[in-house]
């Protein structure tokens, strides 16, 4: 099956600071989406991108599916940025919409 | 518009016993997903339904079954409970392709 690889496992940022997340995935994906858990364990969609760029707010992602990575940019981070970012995919064929998840970046933004 | 329920929030149950996880999606969604997540990993997937009828299943152990409902809500059923399968379970639904997620339930097996 289609494997998902996010980097760094773990950030640690100031205020104010700027950052990257990185997602490789290992075929071809017809579904590309970015989330953001918080501390209660609710998954927030970030963006919708199974190629192209996007932006929203301090927040962009750019997927370049024939390389196939996605990038999500963090600017200008606040606390509230902090938690868990997934990426998760779904891969070309089958009638199953079925998302396979990465194994997260944990970012700590301090004051 | 409201987004993904699911009832209830938490769950303490003892382990042999049932469980019963209920879910209702995005109005217009046909569309249902569950996902099984245990501390410090991503979400597992268990099932999709589509229109009440199974469209997938992860790698589950038969203990685990749900169904859709004609009004396109949806129950996740575990029975036999074991100690293993204490973990946050998120229901999603989908239009197309972008799927949404509830809050989650947060079940104990002691």
């Known amino acids: 099956g289609i494997q998902v690889e996010q980097s760094p496992p773990d950030l640690i940022l100031q205020e104010g600071a700027n950052s990257t997340l990185r997602c490789n995935f290992s075929d071809s994906v017809n579904n590309l989406q970015w989330f953001h858990q918080n501390p209660w364990g609710q998954l927030i969609n970030l963006f919708y991108i199974p190629s192209g760029t996007k932006q929203n707010g301090r927040l962009s992602a750019t997927t370049v599916a024939t390389e196939r990575y996605s990038l999500l940019y963090i600017s200008s981070s606040q606390t509230t940025d902090s938690g868990v970012y997934f990426c998760a995919v779904d891969s070309y064929g089958g009638a199953t919409n079925k998302l396979i998840f990465g194994t997260g970046t944990l970012l700590a933004v301090q004051p | 518009d409201a987004g993904v329920t699911q009832s209830p929030t938490h769950l303490i149950k003892t382990r042999g016993q049932q469980v019963t996880l209920r879910c209702s999606p995005i109005s217009g969604h046909k569309s249902v997903s569950w996902y099984q997540q245990v501390l410090g990993q991503g979400p597992q997937f268990i099932f999709q339904?589509?229109?009440?009828?199974?469209?997938g299943r992860g790698n589950f152990p038969d203990r685990f079954s749900a169904r859709q409902f004609p009004n396109y809500s949806s129950e996740l059923n575990v029975n036999a409970l074991l100690l293993g399968d204490s973990a946050l379970y998120l229901c999603?639904?989908?239009?197309?392709?972008?799927?949404?997620f509830g809050p989650g339930t947060r079940l104990t097996v002691l």
């Open positions: 999603a639904s989908s239009l197309v392709f972008e799927q949404f």
């Open positions: 339904y589509y229109e009440k009828e199974e469209r």
